[in-house]
């Protein structure tokens, strides 16, 4: 995938999720942290540096806080100095949903869980090859597992 791929598919290109996980407001808040409800369900952002993730860098796989499905493999992550966990490519096609964000004065990519729409972070163009993009994901949105 590449940059112009992923404005298509924030413009409302096809991009079919592999399922679907639906809850209640009640059902998410009871299931996560008053932080990650805040995160992944209100669109809300952790500060910067405020997760022991973006220095993670064990082999495995990042899943959505939410529903479970897995998002990124540990062999994208990268080192992006933004004090958010950053990654080069989703694990596969469809697990992430990508929506244009115009909010506070600038025009940004959203990325989503394709699978519950749990808010991950944001898409930018200037990530490492061989994608040059960066995936800035929420720590709060993601949990690390085995691979």
């Known amino acids: 995938m590449d940059w112009r791929e992923v404005i298509a598919l924030a413009q409302g290109a096809p991009n079919p999720a592999p399922r679907r996980v639906e809850k209640s407001d009640e059902e998410w808040r009871a299931q996560l942290t008053p932080d990650q ?4 369900r209100q669109a809300g952002t952790e500060r910067p540096f405020s997760s022991q993730m973006c220095s993670l860098f064990q082999p495995g ?4 806080a939410c529903c479970g499905t897995e998002l ?5 992550k990268f080192e992006s100095g933004t004090g958010w966990p950053s990654f080069g490519a989703p ?20 990325v989503t869980c394709n699978v519950c729409d ?4 944001h898409v930018f163009p200037d990530g490492p090859e ?8 929420n720590a ?8």
């Open 72 to 76: 990124f493999d540990s062999s994208s």
């Open 37 to 40: 409800f805040a995160v992944a």
């Open 118 to 121: 749990a808010h991950l972070g």
């Open 61 to 64: 796989l990042y899943a959505c």
């Open 140 to 147: 709060l949105s993601l949990e690390k597992i085995a691979s």
């Open 91 to 110: 694990v596969a096609d469809g697990v992430v949903g990508y929506h244009a964000d115009n909010s506070h004065g600038m025009v940004r990519v959203e």
């Open 130 to 137: 061989p994608t040059g993009l960066r995936y800035c994901i």
